[in-house]
Nanobody, 128 residues
Framework: VQLVESGGGSVQAGGSLSLSCKVPEYSTSTYYTDYCTAWFRQAPGKEREGVAAINPDASTTYADSVKGRFTISKDDVKSIVYLHMKGLKSDDSATYYC???????????????????WGKGALVTVSS
């Protein structure tokens, strides 16, 4: 199952960008329909880190570094997850990855190794 991200690009510090992630409808099995999603990011030379997560009940969690600036949301009808980013800083520059954890688990606090499926990544560059 390949998640498909879109959005990203270049923006000046203080600006806004949005990312979207399409989760393909691979099967009607509850394993594939009951999932949570999260956004991770990885800057050059740094480890991949969790940014935001959203569970099927729409509960959300955020990394401390993005709280109040980033918003994760989802459209269950379209199977799309969004990451709206505002007040961007140069430290936010990274490749952003969408990931899904199938089978009814929680994405809150989930590590990258726990996620089942990933997108190829979307580059976000913030210039100061």
């Amino acid at each position: 199952v390949q998640l498909v991200e879109s959005g990203g690009g270049s923006v000046q510090a203080g600006g806004s960008l949005s990312l979207s992630c399409k989760v393909p409808e691979y099967s009607t099995s509850t394993y594939y329909t009951d999932y949570c999603t999260a956004w991770f990011r990885q800057a050059p030379g740094k480890e991949r880190e969790g940014v935001a997560a959203i569970n099927p009940d729409a509960s959300t969690t955020y990394a401390d570094s993005v709280k109040g600036r980033f918003t994760i949301s989802k459209d269950d009808v379209k199977s799309i997850v969004y990451l709206h980013m505002k007040g961007l800083k140069s430290d936010d520059s990274a490749t952003y990855y969408c990931a899904a954890l199938m089978g009814g688990g929680s994405c809150h606090g989930a590590t990258s190794s726990q996620m089942n499926y990933w997108g190829k990544g979307a580059l976000v560059t913030v210039s100061s």
